[in-house]
């Protein structure tokens, strides 16, 4: 089964670091949208793209965040540098037409 | 993209259909209904969406209003693993116009035995 892959499943690190979540869209999939979950504000559009080209980062904090797709098989979500108030679950998803495929999430906790 | 409502929680017996309500009276006329759900600890999962004539998949039915402005998502045969945070989404699909995927707070369904 085709699948949305992202790495790290799990990341912990040090306040201040800098984080990069990797994600692997289904093949032919041409937009990409990044979300962010915590148990207070739910899932939360960060950013999404089409074609590889930013549609909508209006979600994503500018200053600490940055969103890119190098090639239509990667695309990264960094922070730099991170912040407790990081810590929560990284999702993306990729589409094409209809639906959208999620995967499985990177769980990020900041100390 | 039109905002929808969705009761917070709801039950259902296993075995019995689960009919989820939502409202979205604000729906512009090129805007599809979809529904997802995310079981604990997962990303969400697609599982049907329609643009006004009733929609049925493997996994659920679709029935939006004549007038379109609410529908419900029925589980024919509930089982405990249909127990899931069930979101209520409008949006444009298709084309030049796809839309942004908006989630709101959802229902959640438990499933008892």
């Known amino acids: 089964d085709a699948r949305v892959t992202q790495t790290p499943r799990h990341k912990v690190t040090e306040m201040g670091q800098e984080v990069t979540m990797r994600c692997q869209p289904i093949?032919?999939?041409?937009?990409v949208f990044w979300y962010r979950q915590t148990m207070m504000q739910g899932l939360e559009l960060l950013a999404y793209f089409r074609n590889r080209a930013p549609l909508d980062d209006s979600g994503m904090p500018k200053d600490r965040f940055s969103a890119e797709m190098p090639d239509a098989t990667l695309a990264t979500l960094k922070i730099q540098p991170s912040e407790p108030r990081d810590s929560a679950v990284y999702f993306c998803?990729?589409?094409?037409?209809?639906?959208?495929?999620f995967g499985q999430g990177t769980r990020l906790t900041v100390v | 993209d039109a905002k929808t409502t969705q009761p917070p929680s709801m039950d259902c017996a296993e075995g019995r259909a689960a009919n989820l309500p939502c409202n979205h009276s604000t729906i512009s006329g090129n805007e599809y209904v979809y529904w997802y759900r995310q079981i604990h600890s997962q990303g969400p999962q697609y599982i049907i969406h329609?643009?006004?004539n009733n929609e049925t998949n493997e996994m659920a039915s679709l029935i939006i209003t004549e007038d379109r402005k609410s529908s419900t998502l029925i589980l024919p045969h509930a089982t405990l693993r249909d127990t899931a945070v069930y979101y209520c989404i409008v949006r444009v699909a298709g084309g030049t116009s796809y839309g942004k995927l908006t989630f709101g707070q959802g229902t959640i369904l438990t499933v008892h035995p």
């Open positions: 998803a990729s589409g094409r037409l209809s639906e959208a495929f």
């Open positions: 093949l032919g999939h041409n937009t």
């Open positions: 329609g643009l006004k």
